[in-house]
């Protein structure tokens, strides 16, 4: 048997060293190459299209493996959680058997020791490879969103009975990281100010979320180097089993590592599309009033973890960077400012609100994909073989605009830009929203996006072909807006930026006037083709 041992018992890490390389000669003697990973938890061997995993006899405060029931343990749950996200990665778990010198994997008689048996992915798959090579592509942060959505929308809610998200515990976890930093001699007095400053807004939201059932059990370690693209799609893998605190949390907390980590890498646009898309797919709006917390402390984790690691992976951003992040997502002031759409199907909204939620952060609410929530439906999902007698009577375009209301109150009322990507072609529906931004004191311009009747069926049709939107807009839909569409007014002119789609426009120019204008009294309008 190989001892139990804590963090300074030598003999049993020697012994399962031992183990290691034997089992790297066996493996290599039967013909594959084998590279072997060592991390300060585990050691990994990679031999042929297999991985074999085997935790280390270690105890180090934040984890205990130092027994041989505990390791076992511990595989499971890694197997466990982590076959939800990537269940053709996770084979199984083996026992060890024989010595440590002459050990034999799966073998008859007493285990001395277990490995985590795993699929191996192709080479420069995971996304922070793929985003160091230039081959991380938007699709890929898409499917990754609907994936991560998909789960979370699946994981177990954290029981009553637990401390798992409380206030309490998310407040200790901040002060926590805070105080481990200035241990290590790094002055966080601005933030651990600002985070005192917050506490009494911050422990009723948090108090919230864990009655309305977000706090789950997740995968709790998001971020780009436990994503990958294998063949079936686009999902995480290696989230947290030693330490049930730390993926019993909030959805928006694990969500808010993998936006970080895309922005300390200096990809916002990736960062804010991956953010839209997880929401458009869980339609967790409401939990945005939490979200900059969660932000701010991801990044405090990773300057922690960084000032601690003997060696950084390479092309990562330093413990310095992170914390930089830290300062700027906490003391940055918000821009709370509205955009409202206005144009019909196939006039180019969601591709233009698209380009603009990336260069600006923006938050957008789509008109289309709220009706179906309504009703149930995801967001690709036919309304018709669902719902008889369809999702666009009267009564449900009230329920959307509402619904479109009362999620850009919520918003803005966290500092973010926020875009709404409706037809908006009666006017009372814009007025609406212009007065729910003036009540809020917040900036509101409208976006009026133009097209030729041609161009619009066109669209239309080609959309239809695709099936990969939410707009279900068809050519007799278009002749029927035509019909009913009201105009822009003279005051609503003073307060659009209209564009011809027909032509290519600059996004990041329209982005500009955008975030530079704005107010009831004066924003200057103007065509751009």
């Known amino acids: 048997m190989i001892p139990a041992g804590g963090q300074g018992d030598a003999t049993a890490q020697e012994a399962t060293r031992s183990l290691v390389h034997a089992l790297r000669r066996q493996l290599g003697a039967a013909g594959a190459e084998v590279d072997l990973i060592e991390t300060h938890i585990s050691w990994v061997l990679l031999a042929g299209d297999k991985a074999l995993k085997i935790k280390k006899p270690v105890s180090l405060g934040f984890l205990d493996f130092g027994t041989l029931a505990r390791r076992q343990h511990f595989c499971a749950e890694e197997l466990r959680l982590n076959r939800r996200y990537a269940p053709t990665l ?22 001395i020791e277990f490995a985590l048996r795993m699929a191996r992915f192709a ?78 807004h911050l422990r009723p939201l948090w108090q919230q979320r864990r009655d309305s059932g977000h706090v789950r059990e997740c995968h709790g370690d998001l971020h780009l180097r436990n ?70 402390y991801r ?36 821009r709370p400012r509205l955009l409202v759409t206005h144009g019909l199907s196939g006039s180019g909204k969601t591709t233009l609100t698209q380009q603009l939620l990336e260069h600006t952060g923006a938050l957008r609410l789509r008109s289309d994909v709220e009706r179906k929530r309504l009703f149930g439906l995801d967001a690709l999902q036919a309304s018709a073989a669902h ?41 009372a529906e814009r007025t609406g929203l212009r007065e729910l931004a003036t009540g809020l004191g917040v900036p509101c311009m409208l976006l009026d996006c133009r097209a030729g009747v041609e161009t ?50 600059d996004a990041a120019e329209l982005a500009a006037r955008w975030l530079a204008g704005g107010s009831e009294g004066g924003a200057e309008g103007g065509t751009r083709g």
């Open 299 to 334: 990044a405090l984790v990773r300057a922690l973890v960084g000032r601690l690691s003997t060696a950084p992976p390479a092309a990562e951003p330093s413990a310095e960077d992170y914390l930089a992040l830290a300062r700027r997502l906490a003391f940055t002031p918000p």
């Open 387 to 427: 719902v008889p007698g369809g999702i666009y009577g009267a009564q449900a375009t009230q329920h959307t605009c509402e619904r479109l209301l009362d999620g850009a109150r919520t918003l803005l009322l966290s500092g973010w830009p926020v875009i709404i990507d409706a037809a908006c072609l009666r006017r």
């Open 227 to 296: 994503t990958v693209v294998l063949p079936e799609g686009v999902t995480a893998f290696d989230g947290i089993e030693f330490d049930p605190a730390l993926r019993w949390i909030d959805i928006q907390s694990d969500m808010a590592f993998m936006v970080m980590d895309l922005l300390a890498h200096d990809r916002p646009a990736l960062a804010w599309r991956l953010l839209n898309a997880w929401l458009d797919a869980t339609g967790d709006h409401a939990g945005v009033p939490v979200l900059r917390f969660y932000l701010v």
């Open 90 to 111: 996770y084979i199984d778990v083996l026992p060890i058997t024989g010595s440590p010198q002459a050990p034999c994997l799966g073998g008859e008689g007493p285990p």
């Open 123 to 200: 080479p420069r798959a995971l996304l922070s490879e793929q985003l160091a090579d230039g081959t991380l592509q938007p699709a890929h942060l898409d499917a990754l969103a609907q994936r991560v959505a998909a789960l979370h929308r699946a994981a177990d809610v954290a029981p009553a009975s637990s401390a798992w998200g409380t206030p309490d515990e998310v407040t200790e976890e901040g002060q926590g990281v805070l105080r481990r930093l200035q241990a290590q001699g790094v002055d966080v007095t601005d933030l651990q100010r600002r985070l005192d400053e917050q506490l009494p």
């Open 456 to 505: 619009l069926a066109r669209r239309i049709r080609a959309r239809q072909q695709r099936h990969d939107d939410a707009s279900e807009a068809t050519e007799r839909v278009l002749t029927f807006q035509l019909t009913i569409h009201e105009p822009l007014d003279a005051e609503e002119r003073r307060l659009a930026i209209t564009v011809d789609t027909d032509a290519p426009v």
